[in-house]
């Protein structure tokens, strides 16, 4: 599906105003409801600055509201938002630990295992292949220097599995640090999109201490090396908490919109003269 910046534009205006139904929606562009909502979810998918809401889901009734997603406040508490700001302030990854979301997260909705883990080996428990396989809307990344993308669950590489993704159409967010020594892993993922003649993988740069995986608005997972142990040991938390999966989601947005593309990144650090 084709969408114009002009059109996506007069959309999110049009949302920007108050929240609209798709139907609104489809009146405003003289579209069909189907193409408008397509349009929609592209917008939300791929930029974050809409969402929706569907009211009376699964009747005939059913109402599928669309509404501005960026606000200058999205926390709902105090500590959401002391949360927000060590988040901000950090630059690596020991700059913030992520139990400090989850000790928020309600019992029934939220897990967490520690073991062991060689840097390039996903372990079975983790399961993160089908974690990522069970994505349908969007996935979210928040990471340092991409070096996972050549890590294994089985004879499965992350980048493999990315590619599914992509083959699916499944827009794939990302950011991380873009430097000269993270270049090699990051084009090795955008090169997926000329592969599959897609624009569905997207990668900014943005120096951030979490490392996660946010599939959907169902599922986030937060990884951290475990202090004072061994390298290998690592303590992986999940949130299934929808609230706070979409609290987690509108960190990402605010970084990712306030980043850099990777694209202009690595072509400013390739203007880097070598000086033999």
Request: charged share 30%.
């Amino acid at each position: 599906m084709v969408l114009s910046g002009q059109v996506a534009k007069k959309i999110e205006d049009f949302v920007r105003a108050q929240p609209r139904t798709v139907q609104d929606i489809a009146l405003l562009l003289g579209k069909n409801w189907r193409t408008a909502d397509g349009y929609v979810r592209k917008i939300a998918a791929e930029q974050g600055t809409i969402a929706t809401k569907t009211f009376r889901g699964g009747t005939r009734g059913a109402l599928k509201v669309v509404y501005w997603n960026v606000a200058e406040k999205f926390h709902t508490s105090a500590f959401q938002e002391r949360l927000f700001s060590k988040i901000l302030s950090g630059r690596e990854k020991n700059d913030f630990n992520p139990f400090d979301i989850y000790q928020y997260v309600s019992e029934g909705k939220r897990r967490a295992f520690l073991e062991k883990q060689t840097i390039y080996n996903i372990t079975e428990k983790q399961n993160l292949v089908n974690a990522l396989r069970q994505a349908e809307q969007q996935v979210l990344i928040f990471a340092g220097d991409l070096s996972w993308s050549v890590a294994k669950q089985g004879n499965i590489t992350l980048l493999s599995l990315l590619e599914e993704l992509v083959a699916r159409k499944i827009p794939i967010k990302i950011i991380c640090n873009v430097d000269l020594e993270s270049i090699d892993n990051i084009q090795s993922v955008i090169s997926l999109n000329h592969k599959h003649k897609t624009e569905v993988v997207e990668v900014r740069h943005a120096q951030q201490p979490l490392r996660a995986f946010v599939v959907d608005d169902s599922f986030a997972r937060f990884k951290q090396r475990k202090q004072k142990r061994r390298q290998d040991d690592y303590v992986f938390y999940e949130v299934l908490d929808e609230e706070w999966v979409q609290w987690v989601q509108q960190v990402f947005w605010h970084l990712f919109r306030t980043g850099i593309s990777a694209g202009r990144r690595i072509k400013d650090l390739e203007s880097i003269e070598r000086i033999r």
